[in-house]
């Protein structure tokens, strides 16, 4: 179920470091064309879009040749922004959801809540210093980027695991299915704003 205005959003971002452009739409199918410079970033990019049915459109250029940490953090910042911005209001959203989301030996736990208060907490330790040319620290980097931008509280727990690969790629999902799970129209209250207060703002 759908609202009648589309959510949909457009960011264009342009720094000394990077440049970037990312479009969604919240009520997509989960349809990718992501392109960031960084592999392992945009394989769990298009995890987030193929899981949660957000369909992205990203374009990144950044100073990599220099590292991918501007990227990395960039690519956050702007897709959070376009998150909070195809919100709108959040008139009518669930607003909370969390999983616990298995791969394997691996499970990771994400529980969400699109508050419009950016909280963070990272329960995730990897054991390798990279994911293919990807520095695994800068996985935290992405989240927190997207996490404060978006205005949601993220908690991304690794219950267990053993495999680095499968760690990172149970956060991406886990996030997916968390957001689209929370930002799915409530039927009970779907001219609301999910708060007492009567506002959900960044």
């Known amino acids: 179920m759908t609202t009648s205005a589309p959510r949909k959003a ?21 349809t990718y064309d992501i392109a960031t410079g960084v592999g392992f ?5 298009e995890q987030l879009a193929r899981h949660s049915l957000i369909d992205i459109e990203l374009r990144a250029e950044g100073d990599l040749h220099i590292d991918f940490h501007h990227t990395v953090e960039d690519c956050g910042i702007v897709l959070g922004q376009a998150l909070a911005k195809a919100l709108g ?44 040319e990807m520095d695994t620290e800068l996985f935290r980097e992405w989240f927190q980027a997207f996490a404060q931008n978006a205005g949601i509280t993220l908690h991304v727990t690794n219950v267990y695991g053993e495999n680095n690969h499968h760690i990172a790629e149970t956060c991406y999902k886990g996030l997916a299915r968390a957001l689209r799970a929370a930002i799915a129209i409530d039927p009970g209250q779907s001219a609301r704003v999910p708060s007492t207060k009567g506002t959900l703002s960044v």
């Open 10 to 30: 457009s960011i264009d971002r342009q720094t000394n470091e990077t440049r970037i452009t990312a479009s969604l739409n919240l009520d997509g199918t989960g």
């Open 41 to 45: 970033l945009d394989h769990m990019l």
């Open 89 to 132: 209001d959040k008139r009518g959203i669930t607003r909370y959801a969390s999983l616990e989301l298995p791969m394997d030996e691996t499970l990771t736990r994400v529980a969400v809540d699109v508050s419009g208060r950016p909280y963070l907490i990272w329960n995730v330790v990897f054991t390798r210093p990279k994911l293919g």
